[in-house]
């Protein structure tokens, strides 16, 4: 085995290219089986906030005096250099380093072990692999969690306890299975994967002069980025896509809600060549009632970009133009022996009867056989699977996903924010048109909404 480093990082977050490191616990094991071990606090330059301090007993007055990264990037330098980085989820503990170094003009590179995927490689029958579930299953012993050092030991205590399970020909292969890179497109650089990280977010190939080919969203960026040069799953339209990338690019988000409201937006702004599905929004229509008065509600198709879908406006359906809008009521009106007149797909003659009538269909609500009121139940009951998610609150509302909220309002995404001052330009930007794949997707979280005037702010 070649020289060892056990690394462990506290964060101000999980975000690389924004948090900061707090904390840094190295334990190094030599060729000669020697061991050393170090442990040093860091001044991120930048808040921690409450609940990460209470995660890893790091507060702001502890990092208060340390000192700031680029005062200990040699030291931590030289721990690590030569040596095998391994961690617990060792993308995220990479990244953050990474990114620490590239700050001060330096390009760290590493082969890396994560045991998180090293304990899945080894112990398949078990479903758990965080700290908590090795530290319970394999006896380790935590002098303290959420500490740098504390969790870099029990890394090591959990390495050295494979070595004693297993043969060193299984943990051989693991590693060697890890570490094994896809076969690349001759045109794209390796060092260009090198910064992937594990994390959600949007990812973007580029190809020639480039320009944007392929827009994707991922819960884990590296494994699915990789995923497009994977000789065993890869199709002739994946082949195909492969041979034209020449630079990946990619936006981390702090959950999956951010990686798809951002993979939506971009495929709109961008128009890559090879996203089969691009929807154009200008047409999308939906059918509102109108109150005629005597019990009767007209359907009438109004564009959704002329709508605010507040509080008193009833939608239904989404459709990409007015025909397939007046496809689907005319199956409607079939269906439920609606009048053609009262629904709009025919001319309204006072004292006439519509089509349907005339070939016993309709029940003749136009004629005044049937109540308006009672046409009126039936056209609602018709509609009712149409009925899009009301816009719950009378202005703008946020959602949530770790230091990121998400800023809705009327169904349309005004953006990502990460402080007070980013909500404000936000809303003082030009507000987007509405778009029905953002629709879907925040439909889907409406339970996760707060009204923006609750939180005096978002932050």
């Not at 890396?112 to 965080?130: G, I, Q």
């Not at 005629?292 to 605010?308: C, F, H, M």
């Not at 308006?372 to 609150?393: Q, S």
């Not at 048109?433 to 932050?459: Q, S, T």
Request: proline residues 5%; aromatic residues 6%.
């Amino acid at each position: 085995m070649p020289a060892l480093a056990f690394v462990d990082l506290e964060t101000t977050g999980a975000t690389a290219t924004h948090d900061r490191i707090t904390e840094i616990g190295i334990v190094e094991v030599d060729d000669d089986g020697s061991v050393r071990e170090w442990q040093q606090l860091v001044n991120p330059g930048m808040r921690i906030p409450p609940f990460i301090e209470q995660l890893t007993g790091i507060t702001n007055d502890m990092v208060a005096d340390a000192p700031p990264f680029e005062a200990i990037a040699g030291e931590t330098l030289r721990r690590l250099e030569g040596r095998l980085f391994i961690a617990h989820n060792a993308r995220f503990d990479y990244s953050f380093l990474k990114t620490e170094f590239k700050r001060l003009g330096i390009d760290f590179r590493s082969t890396v072990t994560c045991t998180v995927k090293l304990s899945r490689a080894l112990y398949p029958e078990h479903h758990r692999h965080n700290l908590d579930s090795l530290i319970e299953r394999h006896g380790l012993q935590a002098e303290a969690r959420h500490r740098a050092l504390a969790d870099a030991q029990l890394i090591h205590q959990f390495w050295q306890k494979i070595h004693l399970d297993r043969s060193s020909e299984a943990i051989e292969a693991a590693l060697r299975k890890q570490n094994t890179r896809p076969s690349l497109p001759p045109n794209l650089d390796a060092a260009n994967l090198e910064d992937l990280p594990d994390a959600p977010g949007v990812y973007l190939l580029y190809g020639e002069n480039n320009l944007p080919i392929y827009v994707g969203k991922a819960k884990d960026l590296r494994k699915r980025v990789l995923s497009h040069f994977s000789a065993d799953v890869r199709s002739a339209r994946e082949m195909a896509l492969a041979q034209q990338v020449r630079r990946i690019d990619w936006i981390v988000t702090a959950g999956e809600i951010g990686a798809l409201l951002r993979e939506s937006a971009l495929l709109k702004e961008l128009l890559p060549t090879q996203n089969r599905q691009l929807r154009k929004n200008e047409e999308v229509c939906t059918w509102t009632l109108v109150d005629e008065g005597e019990g009767w509600l007209r359907p009438q198709l109004t564009l959704a970009n002329e709508l605010d879908f507040g509080l008193s406006t009833a939608c239904y359906g989404l459709f990409k133009n007015s025909k397939e809008a007046n496809t689907v009521m005319r199956q409607l009106v079939e269906s439920h022996h609606l009048c053609d007149m009262l629904t709009g797909q025919q001319p309204v003659k006072p004292g006439k009867p519509c089509f349907g009538h005339q070939i016993r269909r309709c029940k003749g609500s136009c004629v005044g056989k049937e109540p308006l009121a009672k046409h009126t139940m039936r056209l609602m009951t018709a509609l009712t699977g149409l009925k899009l998610v009301t816009w719950p609150y009378p202005g703008p509302a946020i959602i949530r996903e770790e230091d990121e909220a998400h800023l809705i309002d009327g169904w349309r995404y005004l953006g990502t924010a990460r402080s007070d001052n980013e909500i404000r330009e936000l809303l003082d930007s030009p507000r987007p048109l509405f778009d029905r794949d953002i629709y879907k997707i925040l439909a889907k979280y409406v339970a996760k909404l707060k009204p923006l005037a609750a939180l005096n702010g978002g932050f």
